[in-house]
């Protein structure tokens, strides 16, 4: 499975997300007009954003305070109890407190919402229509049409295939993180890197560095490649503590 961390658009895919998603057919490829890349907003557009951006923030500012005036409301008995007991402490014990005076006067501290910290709104259409044109997998060559991006791409969709979630391993040094279930709520269990040449010689130390940074993470360390039969096989690397000694 892919890794929907956040399920909101737009969203920035692989190569190897965007071609399994128009493989399986659950997305399409479409290319934008050569003159719309060259676009430049008119101050018309420039108006209607600022007024959009403007209406924003008045609803967030809006929503924002009524929040608080009903966070207020709740607590406003603590609020008194607590202004009561320290008018008792400075020896004012006969102290008459107007609880909805006090709500009145917490509700007017309430300050106005900076734009700065106003939420980010992300649109999910296109606010002018737009002529495209639907366009095959080919505009990703060579990233997972040849040579070593093909392999890759034919092992990230059999790890997908199998049920796994999968991530990009660059933070890792490898070449994808799977997951047992939603990268969300669990940490990755294998780090796999892909082999594209198999009559590469690994280097010891290669080998040595990769098994010690999987038991450094608590990983599993994977080798991927695909065998002459065309058929994707892994191996795993095990590196134990006591080898260093």
Request: glycine content about 4%.
């Amino acid at each position: 499975m892919i890794s929907w961390i956040f399920a909101g658009l737009p969203i920035a895919l692989s190569s190897e997300e965007t071609a399994l998603l128009v493989e399986k057919r659950i997305c399409e490829l479409h290319e934008m007009p050569a003159e719309f890349c060259k676009y430049e907003p008119t101050e018309k557009d420039k108006e209607l954003m600022e007024e959009f951006l403007k209406k924003v923030l008045e609803q967030q500012a809006s929503a924002l305070k009524k929040r608080k005036i009903e966070q207020l409301s709740q607590k406003i008995d603590i609020i008194v109890a607590g202004k009561k007991k320290n008018l008792i402490n400075k020896g004012m014990s006969d102290a008459n407190i107007d609880k909805d005076a006090m709500l009145e006067e917490e509700i007017k501290r309430i300050q106005d919402l900076d734009p700065d910290h106003t939420l980010v709104q992300l649109p999910q259409e296109m606010y002018r229509n737009i002529e495209t044109s639907p366009v095959g997998l080919d505009v990703l060559r060579p990233n997972i049409l040849e040579g070593d991006g093909a392999i890759k791409y034919s092992i990230f969709k059999d790890l997908w295939e199998k049920g796994y979630y999968v991530t990009s391993g660059s933070k890792f040094g490898c070449d994808y993180l799977i997951y047992p279930g939603d990268p969300v709520q669990f940490h990755a269990s294998h780090m796999v890197r892909c082999v594209c040449n198999q009559e590469n010689v690994f280097h010891p130390k290669s080998l040595v560095a990769f098994g010690r940074l999987s038991v450094a993470v608590n990983k599993y360390a994977v080798f991927a490649y695909r065998t002459q039969c065309a058929r994707i096989a892994y191996q795993t690397l095990q590196w134990h503590d006591s080898m260093d000694s």
